[in-house]
């Protein structure tokens, strides 16, 4: 079955300091995608990043990179020098196309409040 | 703003009532998701239509059922209201539907408490 995981719910961080939030996803196909959304507290879901099954380079945008490795199924995210305004739920999902839609499966969300 | 666009922002009703969610796809998009957020159950994919045709079915109640217009925007209506029920429900839209790499561009929801 496929499933992502966030095992943590809550992170607070100061201002400033770097941060990692995880993620572990699990599926029996070979091609899938990978989703990284962010919900501030006004409560909309905005994209971030995509990433494909067969792409293992990392990505940097800004203060933003992303770490895919498919050895041990996690698509981790990081935030350096975080900004009170980084506080939002951030949600990891994946995708497989193989069943002929492009349904999401959300992890439970991580909650990262950024205190100045 | 993401061009995906939901009314009303907020609904307010009693159980046993039947609501109609409204979701327009951005521009272009041709596939509409819709997604219940709750404390309990988290985000939750429900029903996915393309170009008209419903193309998936996730963990949706049989009280509830979707359809997409010709002009492409689509209803999700919820029946038989239970507290439950109570949710934000998000409509996103694609380009497509059978890629996976397709990102989901989400509105801005639709709260959805019932008393």
């Known amino acids: 079955a496929q499933k992502v995981t966030q095992a943590q719910t809550e992170i607070s961080v100061v201002e400033k300091e770097d941060v990692t939030l995880d993620c572990v996803y699990e599926t029996r196909d070979t091609t899938y995608y990978l989703f990284w959304y962010k919900q501030p507290p006004s409560g909309e879901l905005v994209f971030l990043i995509r990433?494909?099954?067969?792409?293992?380079q990392n990505e940097i945008s800004g203060r933003y990179s992303w770490n895919f490795q498919k050895s041990t199924s996690s698509f981790n995210f990081t935030i350096t020098a975080s900004q009170v305004v980084d506080s939002a739920v951030y949600f990891c999902?994946?995708?497989?196309?193989?069943?002929?839609?492009?349904?999401?499966?959300f992890g439970q969300g991580t909650t990262l409040q950024v205190k100045p | 703003d993401s061009g995906v666009t939901q009314t009303p922002k907020h609904l307010i009703t009693a159980t046993g009532q039947r609501v109609t969610l409204r979701c327009s796809p951005r521009s272009g998009d041709l596939s509409v998701y819709w997604y219940q957020q709750s404390l309990d159950q988290g985000l939750q994919f429900l029903i996915q239509y393309y170009n008209g045709e419903e193309r998936a079915k996730g963990n949706i109640l049989e009280r509830f059922s979707a359809q997409q217009f010709p002009d492409l925007h689509s209803e999700l209506n919820l029946s038989s209201l239970e507290l439950g029920d109570s949710a934000l429900y998000f409509c996103?839209?694609?380009?497509?539907?059978?890629?996976?790499?397709?990102?989901?561009?989400f509105g801005p929801g639709t709260r959805l408490t019932v008393l």
């Open positions: 990433r494909n099954s067969f792409d293992e």
């Open positions: 999902a994946l995708s497989e196309p193989v069943r002929n839609t492009g349904k999401l499966i």
């Open positions: 996103a839209s694609s380009v497509d539907s059978s890629r996976g790499d397709n990102e989901q561009f």
